[in-house]
């Protein structure tokens, strides 16, 4: 087990490097919108002092939309702490769905570089299962960065979350291009040792185009469970 | 003086519209896209003096649209902003655009309009 835990590690680390640089760079959009529109006041300010009516609706506008980029930074660094401390969770319980829509948020400029859309089709019910969340945090991630490789014309992936008595299964659908050939190298090297980890499967259904990954409800290898859990 | 004629382009809609318009009250004819489709679509009816493009588009880089730019418009001039997410960001904007025509965001109004007015005189 600690041969397949460092071997994730390492992985794990290139995968928490490649999110914390999106994430950087998402933040450095939101400051840079907030820089512009800060600039654009104290232009106003400046032709006022020279004279020029100041429109106080065009103010009250810029103010607004400074708040709306404070927001959107708020909610990038609430993800960016929340996706920090699932490496700190050796162990704990998630909702499927919504663990989902997690991934899909901190993860948003990535797919829209690719200009794909993801998607959570949710059942009713909350699917509780005990995880490893940083694991599979990083195996979804690869399942959509092959997903995104293989997507239909209209651009449109969907997770579809489905319980099971033993677990959860999550369909990742909106392939155009699922051959065998193109499922070839899936799970690679690096998806075997997260399914391992996860104690979960993966199947692909080519007559659906699409991929079953099955989660057990709870993990029954408990040599990773720690006790760290920070919350702050 | 002749008007500079800028073209703006960058996914984030709410910086390009203000930085358009903080240049327009310096004196600069601006317009802006958000996308490369539209900023090629653009070029076919228009014509600018210089582009200042994002490093990191949807579908393709701003360096791979700079081409396809200049294939359309071979006179005008390019000038790169990104949020630097990486060095290889940063390696690839130096090694062909050159270090004085990279700007890092947050954008600083006075460099960007002294690159601009440097790079048309």
Not at chain 1, 60 to 81: E, P, V, W
């Amino acid at each position: 087990m600690d041969a397949l835990l460092n071997r994730a590690s390492v992985e794990g680390l290139r995968f928490f490097g490649r999110m914390s640089a999106s994430i950087s760079h998402e933040l450095k959009n939101t400051l840079s919108i907030m820089n512009e529109n800060a600039g654009l006041l104290e232009d106003l300010a400046l032709l006022a002092e020279q004279g020029k009516t100041l429109d106080a609706s065009r103010v009250k506008d810029l103010g607004s939309a400074i708040k709306r980029q404070i927001r959107r930074t708020d909610h990038i660094i609430r993800n960016m702490n929340r996706f920090s401390h699932t490496v700190d969770q050796p162990l704990a319980e998630v909702e499927v769905a919504e663990f989902l829509e997690f991934i899909l948020d901190v993860s948003r400029r990535l797919t829209a570089a690719q200009v794909v859309t993801v998607t959570v089709h949710a059942e009713g019910q909350p699917l509780m299962i005990v995880t490893r969340p940083f694991f599979l945090h990083s195996l979804v991630w690869l399942l959509l960065e092959f997903g995104m490789e293989q997507v239909g014309k209209s651009g449109t992936l969907i997770l579809k979350p489905r319980k099971e008595a033993s677990g959860a299964w999550i369909r990742l659908a909106g392939f155009e291009r699922l051959t065998p050939e193109a499922g070839r190298n899936l799970p690679g090297k690096q998806d075997e040792t997260l399914l391992t980890l996860l104690e979960a499967q993966l199947e692909m259904d080519f007559e659906q185009q699409a991929l079953d990954l099955f989660l057990p409800k709870k993990i029954h290898d408990a040599s990773l469970r720690g006790s760290a859990s920070a919350t702050s | 003086m002749k008007t500079i004629h800028v073209l703006l382009v960058d996914d984030e809609e709410d910086l390009v519209v203000t930085l358009a318009e903080r240049l327009e009250l310096r004196g600069f004819h601006s317009e802006w896209v958000t996308t490369c489709e539209a900023a090629l679509e653009m070029l076919k009816h228009k014509r600018f003096d210089v582009a200042v493009l994002d490093i990191k588009l949807p579908r393709m880089s701003g360096l791979a649209l700079k081409r396809k730019m200049e294939a359309l418009a071979p006179d005008m001039k390019f000038i790169f902003m990104t949020g630097h997410g990486s060095e290889k960001d940063f390696e690839e904007g130096t090694a062909e655009a050159g270090v004085p025509n990279y700007l890092l965001k947050p954008i600083d109004i006075k460099l960007l309009v002294n690159r601009i007015v440097e790079m048309v005189s």
